[in-house]
């Protein structure tokens, strides 16, 4: 988890370095949970009774998102990494 600004204070050097560092990480994530929210049946409440089938939702639904970022025919390119610099106070 990022660090919180404490009030009234400022965050540690070693705190904004984590944030950083944690920032990218955070965002393929995120792109990652929208993407398999794409599928109705998940963004959606499953109202199916039973784990198993609950279960086997969420994996088709991974499945088909990763098929969808690996895929060779995807129109835009992968990202590149970042440079990470922390502000001068």
């Known amino acids: 988890m990022p660090h919180k600004k404490p ?3 400022e965050l ?9 560092l944690l920032s990218p990480l955070r965002v393929v994530i995120e792109h990652a949970h ?4 794409r599928l109705r049946m998940v963004a959606d409440t499953v109202r199916l009774r039973g784990k198993w089938r609950r279960d086997t939702i969420i994996t088709v ?8 970022v690996r895929s060779p025919l ?13 502000p001068s106070e």
């Open 12 to 20: 540690t050097f070693s705190q904004q370095l984590y944030n950083q």
């Open 74 to 86: 995807r129109a835009y390119p992968a990202p590149t990494p970042a440079k990470f610099c922390i």
């Open 61 to 68: 639904a991974c499945s088909l998102q990763n098929l969808r």
């Open 7 to 9: 009030p009234k204070r």
């Open 34 to 37: 929208s993407g398999i929210k």
